[in-house]
């Protein structure tokens, strides 16, 4: 496998954040797909590990020997420190224009990102997100009772927060790096709720939203994070939000 590629060469147009931890066996495929999708693209992945204790950051290292240093980033930290500090920690070390920030457990699929660079370059939007929540997008691998409990929980904070996007909770965004930095500065929120409230904060600030379909896969490899502590919190940040915004 070629080390970096001519794509590579200059300062990267594109730097992808992606938040890690006990993702072992999901690392070394995202990072792939992701070079397999942007042949042509300028572009830095940026792994946050969060102290992972199954090797993630040994598999890294490994990525790092095969694609380069200046193209595969480890900048890891000692625990878990929650999703929006991850998201803080990679910008603090991204050289992009734009920033995407997507999921390593394969539910946010690299094909998509071409997608998402073209209807920025089309409209220049200053936030292309995903959503499963409109034609051609979907949900893949979820029981009936998980897809319902997502779309309620999507409907609820479309019905309270009026965000302008389709997709509230989703969290696979291209932004650009100077409206990303004004958002996040205006956060709060930790946790998955922190995607809600980037958005939401996003759209009172008057930013160019644009939308592009995804299906999300549920992880493959590994043990979803996502548990009752999450929604509980979901449900405190949707009061929060309807509060402040």
């Known amino acids: 496998m070629e080390k970096g590629g001519e794509a590579g060469g200059g ?45 993630t950051q040994d598999i890294v290292k490994q990525l790092q020997q095969v694609y380069g240093e200046d193209r595969v980033l480890l ?46 370059k089309e409209t220049g939007a200053d936030i292309v997100t995903g959503t499963r929540y409109v034609s051609n997008g979907g949900v893949h691998g979820w029981n009936l009772m998980r ?13 309270l927060l009026r965000p302008g996007a389709s997709d509230l909770t989703g969290s696979f965004r291209l932004y650009k790096r100077s409206v990303l930095e004004d958002v996040i500065s205006s956060c709060v929120s930790k946790g998955y709720v922190f995607q809600m409230e980037m958005i939401v904060r996003a759209t009172r600030k ?40």
């Open 75 to 120: 900048r890891a930290r000692p625990r878990k420190l929650g999703l929006g500090t991850a998201y803080m920690h990679g910008l603090k070390h991204a050289s992009g224009e734009f920033v995407v920030i997507m999921d390593a457990d394969l539910s946010h699929h690299p094909k998509y990102l071409p997608s998402f660079i073209r209807k920025q």
């Open 11 to 55: 300062r990267p147009e594109y730097s992808i954040i992606v938040p890690t931890y006990n993702e072992r066996l999901n690392v070394a495929l995202i990072v792939y797909l992701i070079f397999k999708h942007l042949p042509e693209a300028k572009f830095e992945i940026i792994i946050v590990d969060d102290g992972s204790p199954d090797g």
């Open 206 to 245: 008057g930013y160019h939203i644009e939308e592009v379909p995804i299906t999300f896969v549920d992880r493959v490899f590994g043990i979803s994070k996502l548990g009752g502590s999450e929604i509980v919190g979901y449900l405190k940040g949707l009061v929060y939000l309807l509060l402040t915004t």
């Open 147 to 159: 897809k319902l409990t997502s779309r309620g929980a999507n409907v609820l904070a479309q019905t």
